[in-house]
């Protein structure tokens, strides 16, 4: 069971991610930064001002114009990438059925996206990390930098995807998102550009989590995964659901009401994030878990602009 | 509305099994998703807005007990005790007998009111293709009107109709409604009445019902009136019955002529006679008797609380024959029905006259008429002269002729049908005329006279009737009973004993009668057709009880007028019980009760309700599962 093929890998290699808001890294990464750096690449001239570099003087454009100009260059930088995966039980759904996989799995996306992004960054030479996290506690990779890390860290993610499969859910490994990101954002050592991968399905406050993760300087890309299983259920008749994370249980009757009633419930906490998302300036994208994974790295993310 | 058999309302514990089986059927299938935690605020919303969407939820449980209900309504029968009640062809037969004038229904309706009402609801109950056949059942059972479904000429047919004073004759109605029925798919009959039918009255065809009128059995009645002749005065009978089961009280009144003579208070056990005489004087004509419910006392006929008896209608006429035998006069009376002949010399009349007896008719034969004529008419035939030193007799004889040949023949009824030419008289008595009028002259002298002398018809016939062929010839009956007639003309009504309502009476006019009218007892007026001479009119427009007065007139001042009763005396329909059951054949017919007929149930209704909710549950649960085919993935 691969996550990826090869050919896939290879269009990634044209891929960039960006990140507005994340400071420069300490060293020189080969992706191109926003800032004006010191790179060989010029980028644009402007008005020389009291405390410049005089290093930085276009010493041939003022001997023609008498006039100090200082030359811009692009700076290079390196990024820190941080991946996180949410790999709880509700992640890990639907269930396999006759050892297929189901297409719609949420967490065999999750994971393809994971290594995506994570392999995008390492051939920019940005310091990525991967964590896996549930309640079972965390599972980490890296950081790493550099084109060689790329098959390490796509390995680790298939070890660990055939893993969280063949483990039945047993309410063992449950989110709570909150206190996971909060635990994150204390522990990293260097912010950066953090993409999180998850359901949401998780009983906690997930907007705290965000809120300090951005206070922490981080930049987010919030991928929420859900499955069409999810987004219109498939469900019929006087059902008592358990909760497959909590054991929890809720009585429904499920007649065409409730189903409408469900979509704009389901309508309603979307628009909560996205909402949230949207002030604070996190990519936010609903990810429907049937979606092809390079579809959504070549065109979704794109469009958010994490991507270049 | 009510229930038939409200015993099925049991089978709606079968509630309690639908019920379970729901309850089981919640018990919810355990379906495992990755969270619930969408559906957690879903199922929050949910109890927010409980009681709605429990019962929305509960539909298909809510529409299965209402099947179920209207499943087990319909089979307890349930109807409305509405108007509307009647399906298909009716016969009605309205019982119109004499008993059914009984008020004892609220606020003094007459049961008859009470039977109209019912058949008016009948009528309102029609639908439109309903028909109805709506017989009277009187003394002669009438078709009101025939098998229509215009409930207008219904409502009026039945206005029309009242109670007779009669007996009905059930026997005939039936037949009549049998026939009625003939052709009919499934007729239904329906008797409105108090009762009193008759035994072993052949069944009817189709559906008999019964609809009863009438509540209480309480009725003081006369049953008799009888005057009999007795020694210097009428004996008179007088019976009240009470037909009822307590012991009544009434006020007898006796009105003789009109003037209240005696009264009396009787008490009559239930179901006893009672039975009063009076001597009343013989010239009473006519007697009433009145029947007065005491205070306390119900007595809820009317019509049998009054009677009448005309006296000396059925009471001979005395003839006296003053004279030696005579066998032709003698046979003539005895053959004439309503007389008696008193046959006495002429010698004993004097003493006779003494005594105060008086006759209806003194025949004079072959004696001097005495100066003082007697009561009542007179004939003379073959007049004497008086005795020496007698007083001078009132026919005076002066002397015998032999010339008989008829030379005049007055028109006078009392030569209607004679042929007096074939008859030869030897001789005769000329009298004076006295202020008589000749009815029959010879050459010789009078024949016939007729007059009136002091008040008093007398006729006279101057010849021997032994010396004449005048017996043996035909005209002598005709002529004799022209002459009785003249004189003393008798009752032109011929009525049987205790005549009863809807009797035929048969009029006997003399023939010289002109106009004859008739007044019934309410003051109407019949006239009858003028008599052909022959025969006796028959007068059958006696439904009403009591005094009939027949006036006719005979010549342009001789009005002459006669009375006869009809009294309702009639046990059987005196007998107020009002009955619950009728027998037909060998069927006994119950009552219903009040509105039996007119139940309209509705079961076929509720198994149509029954039937749609079945559809919509259907149709719930078909859209339910079309609108998401499941493939449920249970774990």
Known sequence: ?????????????????????????????????????????FADYRNYTQGDDLRRLDWNVFARLERPFIKLTQEEEDLAV???????????????????DAPDHKLRLAMQLAGALGYIGLLSGD??????????????WGPFRGRPNGWPLISFLEVNFRLLTNETPGGERRTTLDLSLRDYALRARRPGLLFLI???????????GLDTLLSRGYEIALLHVLSPGELSPDLSGDLRLLDVETGEAAEVTLDPLTLDEY???????????ETFCGGRGIHYSLVAADTPWELLIAQGLRRQGVVR | MSLLAPAALALGLLAIPIILLYMLRLRRREQVISSTLLWRELVRDRTANAPWQRLRRNLLLLLQLLILAALVLALARPYWQSAAGVEGDLIVLLDSSASMQANDGENGATRFDVARAEVERLIDGMSGSDRMTLIAAGRAPVVLAAMTSDRKLLRQALDGAAAENNSADWAAAFSLAAASSQGLAEPR???????????????????VEFIPVGRSDENLALSALAARPGEAALDLLVTVANKGQATGQALLSLYIDGALFDSRRVTVDGNQDSHLTWSIPATAEVIEARLEPATGTSDYLNVDNRAWSVSGGQATRRVLLVGEENLFLERFFAVMPGYELVRMPGSDFEQAAESGETFDLTLFDGVPVPATLPEGSILVVNPQPGGEGDPAPAI???RTFPATAVTYLASSPLLTDVDWRGINIAEAQAVEPNGLEVVVAAEGGPLLLAGEIDGRRVAVLTFDLHRSDLPLQIAFPVIMANITDWLNPGRMVTIGENPQPGTVVSLLPSARAES????????????????????????????????YTVTYRLGPDDIRSEQFAINFFNPEESRIRPADTITLGQEEIRSGGDGFLNRREIWPWLLLAGLAILMLEWWITYRRGAKRPSFLKVR
């Open chain 1, 1 to 41: 069971m691969r996550l990826f093929d090869d050919a896939a890998l290879r269009k990634l290699e044209q891929l960039t991610l960006s990140a507005d808001s994340v400071r420069a890294g300490v060293m020189k990464g080969n992706r191109r930064s926003r800032k004006r750096g010191t790179s060989i690449e």
């Open chain 1, 82 to 100: 941080h991946i996180l995966v949410d790999s709880s039980d509700s992640m890990n759904w639907p269930p396999a059925e006759d050892d297929h």
């Open chain 1, 127 to 140: 310091l990525v990390s991967v964590a896996l996290f549930d309640s079972g506690g965390r599972r980490n």
């Open chain 1, 198 to 208: 998850s359901d949401l399905l998780s009983p906690g406050d997930v907007r705290q």
């Open chain 1, 263 to 273: 979509a704009t419930q389901l309508a309603q906490w979307r628009g909560q994030i």
């Open chain 2, 189 to 207: 009959m329906v008797i409105v009445s108090d009762g009193g039918l008759p035994e072993a009255l052949p069944s009817l065809p189709g559906e």
């Open chain 2, 396 to 398: 005076q004889v002066t």
């Open chain 2, 516 to 547: 004859i009218t008739v007044t019934l007892p309410d003051g109407t007026v019949t006239e009858m057709a003028n008599p052909d001479a022959s025969g006796p009119i028959l007068f059958s427009d006696t439904g009403q009880t009591g005094l």
